[in-house]
Nanobody
Framework: QVQLVESGGGLVQTGGSLRLSCAAS????????MGWFRQAPGKEREFVAA???????YYVDSLKGRFTISRDKAKNTVYLQMNSLKTEDTAVYYC?????????????????WGQGTQVTVSS
């Protein structure tokens, strides 16, 4: 069983930065791939980024270069550094854990989900 708790969301102006954190409980955290997804109002939840247990990273093409995913196994935490934020980045951001390390873009690849953290980017 893995429990995930996101933090670090908030209100930021266009061009600003935020770092989201996702703290995981459970001793098998290091063996899970971790992902970040987001869901804007009225839209479906979409893939943002993922990182495997061996630290391979994957991003949605539209966010590559602005967002960076990383993990600290000692702290059981995964991060999403978001730079040059735009109003269209406004969404609830979710972290998720997957027991596999391939095919990490679809929602169904993930076994566990956090409750989400709101990110609002104002112009």
């Amino acid at each position: 069983q893995v429990q995930l708790v996101e933090s670090g969301g908030g209100l930021v102006q266009t061009g600003g930065s935020l770092r989201l954190s996702c703290a995981a409980s459970g001793r098998t955290f290091s063996s899970y791939a971790m992902g970040w997804f987001r869901q804007a109002p009225g839209k479906e939840r979409e893939f943002v980024a993922a990182i495997t247990g061996s630290a391979s990273t994957y991003y949605v093409d539209s966010l590559k270069g602005r967002f960076t995913i990383s993990r600290d196994k000692a702290k059981n935490t995964v991060y999403l550094q978001m730079n040059s934020l735009k109003t269209e980045d406004t969404a609830v951001y979710y972290c998720a854990a997957s027991s596999r390390d391939w095919g990490l873009r679809p929602l169904y690849a993930y076994n566990y989900w956090g409750q989400g953290t709101q990110v609002t980017v104002s112009s």
